[in-house]
């Protein structure tokens, strides 16, 4: 600190006494409270003591040499000043620091103030920047470019932002309080740093035709390829791009190089990397052979210096003026250009052939799929690539890939999956840190072979903690724990299911359903009798599985109640109502109007037909009109709950505001259905179900609870109503398909599958058949008045999704966990037609005249004819959970992806528009009009962070947005100016579309 001339020093609060003791023979100090993250100030006074200036290396000649702390200037020569940086000499240095080690051994450099002031100077000329410009200070207070930073701002008057670690390791939440927050101009990062972001999020932030970002530098480690940084560039975008080198033991950057616009916009393929440009103010470049001679073309290692550019590494206290550092890095010069080949570490020579490692990460690094990655030389024998994917099923794809475009001798020994790559705390990758997870992955997977059936139970204990991130410390994981209540999602069960059949050795038929629905125990009971088929019973673990087929009576498999005692004779043909019936995805079924209608002689043309538009999926516009308001049977029950829910806007077209909502006891992941009778509106009923076993009917316009019937399982099933008008059916967790009377919720009949039933059930209005499907692989019509299943057709996958029927060819679509979509004859059950789309099949299908679309675990959304052909396919960046929705016109696709945004593609699969949301996006949009009377098209869309968002149709912009206190997966739906929806905070919800400051 002496040698540094240090004035001022922060130090923490815990650590006060330990500074005070270690320094209180040498110093004298006052102290300063400083109100910020527990640190104090202290001033230094330093005493008359002999110290030792050399380091404790062990060299001679520095032994018995002790000089005065009070050292001036009329010690040193003046002729040896001049020839000399010393480090003695008072005010000679700026700071002190240590390098990372990354690129090389650690460094201790002592930077004098000449070496590092060019760099600030030259850098504001270049970036032109102003007392208007924002900066971001990326870089940790122990790498040198936050130098750089911090003066670049205080000597131009423009503002440094400074942001908390945490919230640096927050991509999204940096990008908002960077470029929508503060409107950062200027960034100067490393390329892994921007990577962290994500391609998506550059592309659609960072670097798109709106930010804020005026000039970005990148540097520390090998600039992106050209084909990346294109990839990374929005349309329109206008960002100056800078490739900044150097090294510290120069202090920070030492060439500059601005990337033309014409390189940016062009669509040829550059075969060279970025040239590293031109020496910045003050700094020498070389580039010298083998033999130390400086060469003008060919290839050999970067040397820099300069007069004043000097630092003092280590032990050294006088340096001469012009030294030149070897940096370690390789370059090409061709045609007075230098590019960046590689470290001198990064050469490795394999199978007889010299390689540049750095070669396999950018050819990596251009393949789509790839967010990122990196390659290590493993113990100098084995070439890793680790590589960031939201596909975690790439593997074989990315080696036949990188087998196209390298050499033999290039193509890496494995390939590793991580979720981030672990960086630095100067934004560089950590390469020992990739090297100890390589080791962890090898220890695993010889650890993780099973020495038999013994060793399954504990095997399996590990990949669920793991996979969940769940404490060290927990010794055990309760056996009905499910997956889901634990904090796993679709993403990390296939992750699950991946490393189990490492385990295992074998693919396991079904796991991914059983991983999904039940609990540790039945996954690993299940897993145990695929692996070890003719273990004995008893060895297995005793658990209260669900109840499957065998272990229900007879009355329940020949689908008869089991509550006949409490089931009256009825006719579906003496009652028979007239409705309309709203559910997810703006689905509208219209259901006996006509009939009546017409016999009182006003058939409107708002209730066609008795038939379901599945085919032509309507969007009434007479439900969101004046005409059908209603009024509040029973004002008094709206409860005041807006402070559960809080509006995000501040300057909003339209308001949202909870009229009411409805305890359901726990999670309410089912979408309403809302039933609308033709006769009295006002009776207006919505239905759901919860993780409560719960069945609600719930008054549409006061949320009173009309019934509430407990079933035998959690719900996440949506309702359906029967052809009639007179019965809700929906599925459970426990197998069964309930049939429950609309008016009281009493249960009508219950039908057995023999697995979980998530499928949302849809009605056939020519015949009244209700077609489901289950867990248990199995499409099913059933017959709910005459009470008999009419077929049960196998579909060669678990069934999670809601069939889809269309009129015009008849045919009833089911998708699967499998991959397939199938078409089936709705009357028979018989396969028409199928497709295997090659990843599970959460997406609900959706028909429209002409086609049938689907969205995809892989991100894409595809659409078929109804004759199995397919016609094309859009990509997203994140799986598809979303299921479509469409316009009346029929014109437009609206649907939402993990990758956090809300999709518009034409009929074509032309994207129209998309608009990124805070969170990913499972529910299934709603396309309306505005409740004002206008013929203006709203869509309703949920991110599963709870954010509920109205935007325009035509063109994405955003209307309102407004947050509940709770995760939501349920799907909205609406009716006149109110929208219904489900939340995991336990409450389904009523909120008023109020008109804002557009009125």
Wanted: contains cysteine; aromatic residues 8%.
């Amino acid at each position: 600190m002496k040698k540094c001339n240090l004035k001022y020093i922060l130090v923490e609060k815990k650590q006060i006494n330990k500074f005070k003791s270690f320094h209180e023979t040498l110093l004298n100090h006052d102290t300063f409270t400083v109100e910020h993250n527990d640190l104090v100030l202290f001033r230094l006074h330093w005493k008359n003591t002999e110290v030792n200036l050399m380091l404790n290396d062990g060299k001679e000649k520095y032994e018995k040499e002790k000089i005065k702390i009070s050292i001036s200037s009329e010690h040193v020569s003046e002729e040896k000043a001049e020839e000399h940086m010393d480090l003695r000499l008072k005010h000679c240095l700026a700071y002190v620091l240590h390098t990372s080690g990354t690129t090389g051994i650690p460094k201790i450099v002592r930077v004098p103030h000449e070496c590092i002031v060019p760099n600030i100077q030259h850098f504001r000329v270049l970036f032109d920047i102003t007392q208007e410009d924002v900066l971001f200070l990326a870089s940790p207070l122990t790498f040198d470019p936050s130098v750089v930073e911090i003066f670049l701002a205080l000597s131009s008057g423009a503002s440094l932002l400074i942001v908390p670690t945490s919230v640096k390791l927050l991509p999204s939440k940096l990008a908002g309080i960077l470029f929508s927050h503060h409107r950062v101009t200027v960034l100067q990062a490393t390329p892994t740093l921007l990577r962290r972001f994500g391609s998506q999020l550059i592309k659609s932030t960072v670097l798109s035709a709106t930010t804020s970002l005026r000039v970005l530098a990148l540097g520390g480690e090998a600039f992106p390829s050209l084909t990346v940084l294109r990839s990374w560039r929005g349309e329109g975008n206008k960002t100056q791009i800078f490739n900044v080198y150097g090294i510290t033991e120069v202090s920070s950057w030492a060439t500059i190089y601005r990337i033309p616009e014409k390189t940016l916009n062009s669509t040829l393929r550059c075969e060279l990397p970025v040239q590293l440009g031109f020496p910045l103010l003050g700094t020498v470049v070389e580039v010298r052979d083998t033999n130390g001679f400086t060469i003008q073309e060919g290839s050999g290692q970067v040397f820099l210096g300069g007069r004043n550019r000097v630092c003092f590494l280590d032990d050294e206290v006088t340096v001469p003026l012009g030294t030149m550092r070897a940096t370690g890095d390789f370059v090409t010069v061709k045609d007075g250009e230098i590019f960046f080949l590689g470290r001198k570490d990064s050469q490795i020579k394999r199978h007889g052939k010299r390689l540049n490692i750095e070669l396999v990460q950018q050819v990596a690094e251009e393949l789509q799929q790839v967010e990122s990655c990196a390659v290590t030389w493993y113990n100098q024998e084995k070439l890793i690539l680790f590589m960031v994917s939201k596909d975690t099923s790439v593997k074989e794809y990315i080696f036949k890939e990188l087998q196209k475009y390298l050499p033999s001798h290039a193509v890496p020994d494995e390939l590793v999956l991580i979720d981030s790559l672990p960086f630095t705390s100067h934004g560089k990758i950590d390469v020992s840190e990739l090297n100890k997870i390589y080791l962890n992955y090898i220890n695993l997977k010889s650890e993780n072979k099973l020495s038999g059936k013994e060793d399954l139970w504990e095997k399996l204990q590990y990949l669920w903690k793991s996979t969940l991130n769940l404490p060290e410390d927990l010794l055990r994981v309760p056996d009905e724990s499910l997956f889901l209540n634990s904090g796993g999602d679709s993403l990390k069960s296939i992750r699950l299911l991946s490393e189990i059949e490492k385990l295992v050795g074998t693919s396991v038929p079904g796991l991914l359903e059983i991983i999904l629905s039940s609990s540790i125990l039945e996954i690993y009971n299940h897993i145990l009798q695929t692996v070890f088929p003719d273990e004995d019973a008893t060895f297995r673990k005793s658990c209260a599985t669900k109840r499957k087929l065998s272990d229900i009576n007879q009355a329940e498999a020949s689908g008869t109640s089991l509550h006949q005692k409490a089931i009256m004779t009825f006719s579906c043909h003496n009652e028979i109502n007239a409705f309309v019936v709203l559910s997810r995805g703006s689905q509208i079924l219209s259901l006996n109007t006509t009939r009546f209608l017409t016999k009182l002689g006003h058939c409107s043309s708002a209730c066609p037909s008795d038939s379901i538009s599945q085919t032509n999926i309507q969007n009434l516009k007479g439900l969101n009109s004046p005409v059908l308001i209603g009024k509040s049977k029973d004002p008094s029950c709206v409860a005041k709950v807006s402070e559960e829910g809080k509006p995000v806007m501040g300057t909003q077209k339209i308001e949202l505001h909870v009229r009411w909502r409805s305890d359901t006891g726990k999670c309410v992941d089912a979408s309403p259905l809302v039933v609308i009778p033709t006769f009295d509106k006002s009776s207006t009923t919505v239905y759901i179900g919860s993780h409560s076993h719960r069945m609600k009917a719930v008054d549409f316009y006061s949320g009173k609870v009309k019934w509430e019937q407990i079933l035998g399982d959690r719900i996440e099933s949506s309702a359906c109503v029967s052809k009639c008008g007179n019965f809700i059916v929906v599925g459970c967790y426990n197998g069964l398909v309930y049939v429950l009377k609309s008016n009281s919720g009493e249960k009508y009949w219950m039908f057995t599958t023999e697995d979980a039933v998530k499928s949302s059930a849809t009605v056939d209005p020519t015949t009244g058949l209700i077609y489901l499907g289950s867990h248990d692989q199995h499409a099913y019509a059933l017959d709910i008045y005459r009470k008999k299943r009419v077929w049960k057709s196998k579909c060669g996958g678990t069934v999670f999704s809601s069939p889809c029927l269309n009129l015009i060819p008849h045919h009833l679509y089911f998708a699967t966990l499998g991959g397939l979509l199938l078409a089936v004859n709705p009357a028979t059950g018989n396969v028409i037609w199928k497709h295997s789309c090659g990843k599970p099949l959460f997406s609900s299908p959706r028909c429209c005249s002409q086609y049938i679309c689907i969205g995809c675990v892989d991100g894409n959304l595809l659409c078929f004819t109804h004759f199995g052909e397919q016609v094309w396919q859009f990509s997203t960046s994140g799986p598809i959970f979303s299921s479509p929705c469409t316009s009346p016109s029929e014109q437009k696709i609206f649907f939402g992806s993990h990758d956090c945004f809300i999709y518009c593609c034409n009929m074509k699969g032309h994207l129209q528009w998309k608009f990124e949301t805070t969170s990913r996006v499972y529910a299934t949009p709603f396309v309306f009009h505005k409740y004002n009377g206008s013929n203006e098209m709203l869509l309703a869309a949920a991110s599963t962070d709870g954010k509920l968002w109205i935007l325009e149709s035509q063109s994405g912009q955003l209307q309102s947005v407004y947050e509940l206190p709770g995760e939501v997966f349920s799907s909205p739906v609406v009716l006149e100016s109110m929208l219904i929806i489900g939340c995991r905070d336990n409450y389904v919800y009523c909120l008023d579309l109020l008109g804002g400051n557009q009125k």
